[in-house]
């Protein structure tokens, strides 16, 4: 809390000094949102060249706008997007979330990781603007009351509760878990153990760290304590070498993940080692055709869990902005508190106002047969 203090003092510094800056811009009429205006923007900020380069999240969205604008666009105004790439640094992440409200961006598709979102769900509070996360899972993220913040992906506790339903039901029960010491994997593998209790199964070991140099006596180790399979709770690009490391030194054992293994080059550069791999994710069968097939035929692939939320972020926002006849902020925030059995790709989807999340995302455990 210190620290988030820290930040967040830091960025009413940086929006005194936006707000003098940008004054004479909004007096002028400049903002992009003006009810004058033939255009809607929504801001959408990300890594984008690390993201663009390992996920689908960018052609999810753009497909949904694509196909908003071809049927007449919302509220017969055209929906345009307003990238911007915060680096994954939370200092640069504040500096565009405030840009986005000085420039009247109508609600943000933002931002990626659960420690960027968790210092700034309170600007964007301030500035009541809607930040809808696509991609942060972390279960810290809604520890306060919140009205502009939302997430459009099941959280950690989803993605544990799959995976650790999985194993048990294929009669496995002593887990060996292998996470990075970072927010993510702190998170997950915390969340993950609770739900594995509740099955009564018991994790071996942990681990932080899976090298050639350490691989063997890592090994040696779980062999002792008759491990069964494999969580990991780390992401791209740091887990290939574990997972390649764990399938060479014991090739049959099963080896789990949630959507940190959701990345487009996850089975090229994990190689064979895919073989034991299993994903919690949204099964495609179970994704809407008509937008498995137009995702197939723009981009000739399937799409991962991040193009599906990105899409269906999108269109929770079109669809808001046409039930409350605006594009108005706080308008589309009050609509998203009150979203009751909303049919999205990825499941149909309710608020829950105490726990401050949408719920009903369909997420199965996929892959091979384990031995």
């Known amino acids: ?107 943000v598709i933002g931002h990626w990781s659960t420690n960027i979102c968790y210092f700034l769900t309170d600007i964007y509070e301030e500035n009541k603007t809607v930040m809808l996360t696509p991609a942060a899972t972390g279960m810290n993220l809604f520890e306060n009351d919140y009205r502009y913040a939302y997430r459009m992906i099941a959280n950690n506790r989803v993605f544990a509760e799959a995976i650790a339903g999985h194993i048990s039901e294929a009669g496995l029960s002593r887990t060996a878990v292998f996470y990075s ?19 009564d199964i018991i994790v071996v070991d942990r681990v932080t760290s899976i090298t050639p140099v350490n691989i063997k006596p890592i090994m040696e180790r779980w062999r002792a304590f008759g491990y069964d399979n494999v969580i990991v709770a780390a992401t791209m690009p740091g887990i290939v ?69 990105g899409y269906d972020s999108v269109y929770l926002l079109k669809d808001a902005m046409e039930a409350v006849g605006s594009s108005d902020s706080a308008a589309i925030a009050e609509y998203l508190s009150e979203l009751r059995d909303y049919r999205a790709v990825s ?16 997420v199965e455990v996929r892959g091979s047969v384990p031995r």
């Open 241 to 309: 070498e574990p997972i390649r490391l764990i399938h060479e030194a014991d090739g049959g054992i099963p080896i789990y993940g949630a959507d940190n293994f959701d990345r487009a080059s996850f089975a090229g550069v994990v190689g064979s080692s895919i073989e034991s791999v299993y994903k919690a994710s949204y099964p495609l069968e179970k994704l809407d055709f008509d937008f498995l097939k137009t995702f197939r035929d723009m981009y000739g692939h399937n799409p991962n869990i991040h193009a599906i939320s």
């Open 1 to 107: 809390m210190r620290k988030k203090s820290i930040l967040l003092f830091l960025s009413v510094i940086f929006a005194l000094f936006t707000m003098v800056r940008g004054n004479a811009a909004n007096s002028s009429g400049t903002l992009y949102n003006s009810p004058f205006a033939d255009e809607i923007h929504i801001g959408v900020v990300y890594p984008v060249e690390l993201m663009d380069e390992n996920t689908y999240l960018r052609k999810g969205i753009e497909l949904a706008v694509n196909s908003i604008n071809a049927d007449g666009g919302v509220l017969g105004k055209t929906l345009q997007l307003i990238f911007r790439d915060d680096q994954n640094n939370t200092h640069l992440a504040m500096q565009i979330a405030n840009t986005f409200f000085e420039q009247g961006i109508a609600a």
């Open 181 to 199: 010491d970072d927010e993510y994997g702190t998170d997950f593998s915390s969340v993950l153990e609770e739900e594995l209790s509740k099955l």
């Open 347 to 362: 499941g149909v989807l309710s608020y829950d106002n105490e726990t401050q999340e949408f719920y009903g995302f369909n």
